[in-house]
T-cell receptor, first 115, second 116 residues
Framework: GAVVSQHPSWVICKSGTSVKIECRSL??????MFWYRQFPKQSLMLMAT?????????EQGVEKDKFLINHASLTLSTLTVTSAHPEDSSFYIC???????????FGPGTRLTVL | GNSVTQMEGPVTLSEEAFLTINCTYT??????LFWYVQYPGEGLQLLLK?????DKGSNKGFEATYRKETTSFHLEKGSVQVSDSAVYFC???????????????FGQGTILTVHP
């Protein structure tokens, strides 16, 4: 149980285009989803927290107009990187937490490369 | 604020050696503590957790005990295998009266390489 999937697993796009990454909880209802960014050989940096049906809460220094987050249902959250640039290239990881307990379950990550 | 400090890596061991990865934390309130493992090219997997003082989390031969007096949650394994090679992250959830929505604070990660 407690499986979280991400799609796509990797994506390459041209500078200036937008990219959408999906995060799904497959076997539980995720009341809260988190989006992280991980740079090579570094720890995870929390970007934002989203609760189903409400606006995401962004961490300091994260541009909300650049990284659009939608948590439209209890099993799906999306992260859209708008007008992507090479500096947005990174490994993006989502996690999900159910209504009870405090354990986050992580997706396998999405490798974004912006040319 | 909350913070997690892990021992610096990388850690290189021979198969069947004993493993310790140190983790200490600072937090307000009574945090839950976690160890996550990340295999190359993959996301994080929960390895074990402990939610209150003196709890011991264990999984796949790994153990960690929540020590409130020393604010530590060191990860140990008696006999490592090549397949344990990965990056290990210590993390805490401060549980600040429920308002944190479960935000995790991560340590910097420790790379473990086990040789045959």
């Amino acid at each position: 149980g407690a499986v979280v999937s991400q799609h796509p697993s990797w994506v390459i796009c041209k500078s200036g285009t937008s990219v959408k990454i999906e995060c799904r909880s497959l076997d539980f209802q995720a009341t809260t989803m988190f989006w992280y960014r991980q740079f090579p050989k570094q720890s995870l940096m929390l970007m934002a927290t989203s609760n189903e049906g409400s606006k995401a809460t962004y961490e300091q220094g994260v541009e909300k107009d650049k990284f659009l987050i939608n948590h439209a249902s209890l099993t799906l959250s999306t992260l859209t990187v708008t007008s992507a640039h090479p500096e947005d290239s990174s490994f993006y990881i989502c996690s999900a937490k159910g209504r009870l307990g405090d354990t986050q379950y992580f997706g396998p990550g999405t490798r974004l490369t912006v040319l | 604020g909350n913070s997690v400090t892990q021992m610096e890596g990388p850690v290189t061991l021979s198969e069947e050696a004993f493993l310790t990865i140190n983790c200490t934390y600072t937090a307000t309130g009574y945090p839950s503590l976690f160890w996550y493992v990340q295999y190359p090219g993959e996301g994080l997997q929960l390895l074990l957790k402990a939610t209150k003082a003196d709890d011991k989390g264990s999984n796949k031969g790994f153990e960690a005990t929540y020590r409130k007096e020393t604010t530590s949650f060191h990860l140990e394994k008696g006999s490592v295998q090549v397949s344990d090679s990965a990056v290990y992250f210590c993390a805490l959830n401060a549980n600040a009266g429920g308002t944190s929505y479960g935000k995790l604070t991560f340590g910097q990660g420790t790379i473990l390489t086990v040789h045959p």
